[in-house]
């Protein structure tokens, strides 16, 4: 029987959070510090620039770049309409003009009597940004977004894919070994989020998009099923980003591999409770994982010391190594030597000494991730 590692990953039913909602580039924040918002509520807002179409003005009316100003109907700033007539030339006697007309909505960027081009650009593409969950507005970034607290429930997955969703948690395994089969998969899972126990094959999965399930917590999934949904294999790179309709989060790992009992009784604990999830994974320098937030009623909200696990690294304990060489092996520390050790970058960072694979290796601390048992 194989086994699996799960890494030091946080699942508590009590934990403060802080999440930053920030925009792409600058805009307006539409709450006020302070507010209480919902995962649903828009806290923010700017519009990205439109995509730009140089139009050779000169070129389309036969004449030099200098005649231009004399022929050209718009300026920088303008609004414009598609079909609208952007220049046109006297003709003769008033007969044979020809003009040149837009072929977007959009505006005028810019216009050049140097060069007989106008460039026109697109219109702007809205951009929003909601709060993803319930909490408490506590610090305004002027013109970029908000930090918004809350007290939750907390999981984090070790893999997922697609962005943010919320719904309700329906659990649809009776215990964590089951596998989440089609059948399970009926009308009234439209909107939720639903749990399984073990494997959740790939047929599951495309019968809970198409009836509208908004996200999948499992314990396993086959990584072949994972190229096949994606149409490409999973790479180094993050996920998170991909638009399937349906948000994938795993809590062990890739196969089938029983949901861990603290994680699938606390999602019991709370089913019929709305979530906030993600799927956003990168394993790596940065590591960012998936996360499944409950949030607590918010009249119970009081803005407290994190409640964090006791990730403090000791002699005998488990640990991932996160970074090559070595990305993926599983060590059990043998020491912690206080002094700084100097690496292959030639930098000098904190080190332990750990038994991989039946030899020590020197490790710095940054390159490994904590295993709880």
């Known amino acids: 029987m194989t086994q699996a590692y799960s890494a030091g990953l946080t699942v508590t039913d009590n934990i403060v959070l802080r999440k930053e909602r920030i925009l792409p580039l600058k805009g307006r924040v539409l709450v006020q510090k302070g507010d209480k918002v919902k995962a649903d509520d828009l806290v923010a807002e700017t519009s990205l620039p439109g995509n730009v179409l140089p139009m050779n003005i000169a070129n389309k009316l036969g004449i030099t770049p200098a005649q231009v100003i004399q022929y050209i109907k718009i300026k920088p700033g303008d609004q414009i309409t598609k079909g ?4 046109e030339s006297n003709g003769f006697w008033g007969f044979f003009k020809s003009s040149v007309k837009s072929p977007i909505d959009g505006e005028v960027d810019s216009v ?4 007989g081009q106008a460039m026109l650009r697109e219109p702007r593409i809205p951009v929003q940004i909601k709060a993803f969950i319930d909490g408490v507005v506590i610090d305004i970034i002027e013109g970029e977004g908000v930090v918004i607290e809350n007290k939750s429930a907390y999981i984090q997955g070790i893999f997922g894919i697609c962005g943010e969703t919320s719904g309700e948690i329906k659990m649809l395994c009776a215990d964590p070994t ?7 998969i009926t009308p009234d899972c439209a909107g939720k989020l639903i749990v399984g126990g073990s494997l959740t094959p790939f047929d599951t999965i495309m019968k809970a998009k198409e009836m509208g399930v908004k996200g999948i917590i499992t314990g396993g999934i086959d990584d ?11 790479g180094v790179a993050i996920t998170g980003h991909e638009s399937l309709g349906i948000t994938i989060l795993v809590t062990e790992g890739f196969g089938p591999i029983k949901m861990a009992d603290k994680t699938f009784q606390l999602l019991k604990q709370f089913e019929g409770r709305k979530a906030s999830m993600h799927g956003k994974t990168q394993i790596r320098a940065g590591v960012i994982r998936p996360e499944i937030i409950i949030p607590l009623d918010l009249a119970e909200h009081e803005r407290s010391t994190q409640k964090t696990r006791d990730s403090l690294l000791k002699p005998g304990q488990l640990v991932r190594i996160i970074r090559q060489p070595g990305f993926g092996k599983i060590g059990k520390i043998m020491s912690l030597p206080e002094e700084l050790h100097c690496v292959q970058s030639e930098t000098k960072v904190r080190v332990l000494t750990a038994e991989v694979d039946g030899k020590e290796w020197v490790l710095p601390r940054a390159n490994v991730e904590l295993i709880e048992g």
């Open 178 to 184: 089951q596998n989440l089969l089609p059948e399970m």
């Open 84 to 87: 609208q007539v952007l220049a």
């Open 224 to 234: 072949q099923d994972i190229k096949k949904i994606l149409g490409h294999d999973i």
């Open 112 to 115: 050049s009597h140097l060069t």
